[in-house]
Every structure is written in C-alpha cells, then in structure tokens.
C-alpha cells in the first residue's frame, strides 16, 4: 500500500484470505435473504388482496343474485296465493250452487214421486168408474132404459169424464214435473263436472306452492343448521316481536266449524298460509342473526377462532374470534340488525362496539379508530358503525370480530360459512 509516507507492505496469510472471504460470503448470503424475503412477502401478500378482492367481488355479486331470486320468488308466493284465493272463493260459490241444485232435485223428486201417487190413485178410480158405467150399462140393458137407471148411467158418465179430465191435468203435471227433474239432475251434473275441474285446478296450484316453499325453506334451515342455532326459540323472539294482526299470511277465516271439519282444500290452504309465515320468520331471523360479513373491503385473515400464540405476550391463550387486517380507517358495518348495547373504550378491547341480536346473540366490533353509532341505537345489516383502527391492545391496524351466543364465544367463520351458499 503506497502513502505520503511511503509504500507499506501487508501479509495476507492463508488464515487471512479464509476469514476475508467468509465475511465476504457472509455479507453477499445475508443481503440475497433479505432481498428475497421482502421480494416474496411483497409478492405474496399482494396476489393474497388480489384474490380475497375477487372472492369478496365474487361473493357481492352471488348476494345480488340471490337477493334478486328471493324477492322473485316472494312476488310469485305472492302472485300465487292471490290466484289461490280467488279460485277458492269461486270454488265456495260453485259449492253452494251445487248444494242449491241437489236440494232442488230432492224437492222436485218429492214433488215428482206425490204426483204420481196421485196418478196411480187417478188411474184407479178412472177404472172403477169405468166398471161401474159398464155394470150401469148392462143394467139398463136387462131393465129395457128404464129411466132412473139411464140417469144414473148419465151421471157416472160425466163422472167417468171428469176423473178422465183430472188423470190428464196430473199427466200434464208430471210431465212438467219430471222435465224440471231432469234439467234440475242436468244442472247438478254441470255443477259437479264445474267443481272437478277447480278442484284439479287447486291441486295444480297447490302442488306448485308446496314445492317452491319447500325449495325455499330448505336452504335457510340448513343455513341455521349450520350455524349451530336452534331456530324454535329464535323464530318464537321474532314472532313476537312482529305480533300485530293481519296481513295476507294470516289463516284464512272461511267457517265458523272446527278446523277438523273444515273442507281439505281450506285445510291445505290454511297449511300453506301457515308455511308463508314460517319463511317470512326465517326470512326476518336471518337478518336479526349475524351472517353478514364486518369487512367489505380487501383484508386478510391474519388470526382465527382458538388457542394462539398472543402476539403482545407470547403466551398462549384462548383467542375469541377472527382478526380482519385492512388499511387504516377501512369501513366496518353491522352483520346483523339489531341494539347497540355499548359503545365506546372498552380496556384491551380499545374503541369497541357491541350489538345485541335476536335469539341471545351478541357480536363485537374491537379495536376501532372511529365509532359512528351510540348506545341504543338501533342498527340494520350493512349498516355502516364504525372505522378500522389499531385502539386497545393491537399490533396495527385491524377488526377483532366477536360472536356471543348466550355470552358464550362462537366461532364466528360457522356464520360466514354457513351463510356463503344463501345469501
């Protein structure tokens, strides 16, 4: 090495060069790691957003679908129980015309069977008169028309032509009688052929709402199924919180017998009017139960439901719900309606929002930069309560979501996923 001062000579033994070189190796290995850790983790978590955004793009567009097919097929329940009571008030008026007609062949059958008791007795008595004029006859024959007996004779001949006169007018009149009789076994004919056809008309219609409420009632039990929810005490809450009297899918009031007495048709009616309700309650739980999703926007999974390693205290412990890690101040909304109970700091929680649901279900909402709702509020599914933040004990930005069954944790992915095939 040459200096102002002179040239300097410096020995690189063998021990040297090695110790020069691994340092060299060393630093070289070091800065390849880094660059390809970064490289990868960059690489890795921006196709990870890109493809929760198009699972989460994926998933709007499936809940648009089948809100549209929902509301499509409450406009046909509809449609179709509006049809069903019209043909069953015609049906009601064919059933009475039909009653009408049968007792009006009984009378005139009745009518039809004295008259001819009368034409019978008629008969009989043309017949005695007639012996009687032939032994009058035959009399005044022998007595050579003696004149008391050709006045007797002339008097049981105006007799024989009156009763002949009266057997022709009950002649007439069964005529007329039985010709009633036949239009009126006519007109009961019609009416019975007029009934069958309604009645093969119900079956169709009844048929097709039985089969769209069991298409669409199957999905939502499973839904709850699913989820873990007994769904009689839940739909037990929502009933009577929607108790007021009336509306279309109340019974239908048809007669004031029993319900065994009632006509089938109005049985089976009742019955489907009765299925109406229980898919609208579904229908109104499954909006009061927490199936939504808290975080629209790109996010990551970033700590689930169970035992974990605390990332602040590296202990393991019990971990109460699901961690969403998005960008600061990303929008954070209601999963289900329902009460805001609490709304505020809440010690390691942070910022923290608590809704009360039906059927005892409560979720939690932690770690938020802002609120936006307070306490009693009333809030709607979709309903937007607050920003996402890193308040409380947190390591950045993110949602700590909860679900409480009972005040008991739940898993809350058995919601999401229960819910992923219906809404």
Do not use: C
Request: hydrophobic share 40%; net charge positive.
């Amino acid at each position: 090495m040459r200096g102002p001062g002179g040239t300097r000579f410096v020995r690189l033994t063998p021990l040297r060069q090695a110790g020069l070189l691994a340092g060299f190796a060393l630093a070289l290995g070091w800065g390849v790691t880094s660059t390809a850790i970064v490289a990868i983790d960059a690489l890795g978590g921006g196709s990870g957003a890109d493809l929760l955004e198009q699972q989460r793009r994926l998933y709007e567009a499936r809940l648009i679908e089948v809100a549209a097919e929902r509301d499509a097929r409450t406009r046909q329940a509809r449609d179709a129980q509006a049809r069903f009571e019209q043909v069953l008030g015609r049906l009601s008026t064919q059933q009475s015309l039909l009653l009408a007609s049968e007792d009006r062949r009984r009378e005139l059958e009745t009518a039809l069977e004295v008259m001819q008791d009368k034409l019978r007795r008629a008969f009989a008595e043309r017949d005695a008169a007639r012996a009687e004029l032939a032994a009058l006859e035959e009399r005044l024959a022998k007595a050579g028309g003696a004149m008391p007996e050709r006045v007797e004779l002339d008097v049981a001949r105006r007799t024989q032509e009156a009763l002949v006169a009266g057997l022709e007018r009950t002649a007439a009149d069964r005529d007329r009688a039985e010709e009633i009789a036949r239009k009126a076994r006519a007109e009961a004919e019609e009416a019975r052929r007029r009934e069958k056809v309604l009645r093969e008309r119900n079956e169709r219609i009844f048929a097709r709402l039985e089969e769209a409420l069991t298409v669409s009632v199957a999905p939502l039990e499973r839904m709850f199924e699913q989820a873990g929810i007994s769904t009689d005490k839940l739909l037990r809450d929502v009933r009577a919180g929607y108790s007021g009297a009336g509306g279309p899918l109340g019974p239908v009031a048809v007669s004031t017998k029993a319900p065994e007495e009632l006509d089938p048709d109005w049985q089976r009616a009742n019955r489907l009017l009765g299925e109406l309700d229980r898919i609208n309650l579904y229908r109104i739980a499954a909006y009061s139960t927490p199936f939504g999703m808290p975080v629209r926007s790109a996010f990551r999974f970033t700590s689930g439901f169970g035992m974990r390693r605390h990332p602040i205290t590296h202990r393991r412990q019990m971990h109460e719900g699901l961690d969403f890690a998005a960008p600061y101040g990303t929008p954070i909304y209601a999963t289900a309606d329902g009460v805001v109970v609490r709304a505020g700091w809440a010690g390691g929680y942070g910022k923290m929002v608590e809704i009360r649901h039906a059927g005892g279900i409560t979720t939690r909402y932690a770690h938020m930069s802002r609120i936006r709702v307070k306490k009693g509020q009333r809030v709607s599914r979709g309903e937007r309560i607050g920003d996402m933040g890193s308040t409380g004990r947190s390591t950045g930005s993110h949602l700590h979501y909860e679900i409480r069954l009972h005040g008991k944790p739940v898993n809350p992915m058995k919601f999401i996923r229960a819910a992923r095939n219906v809404f």
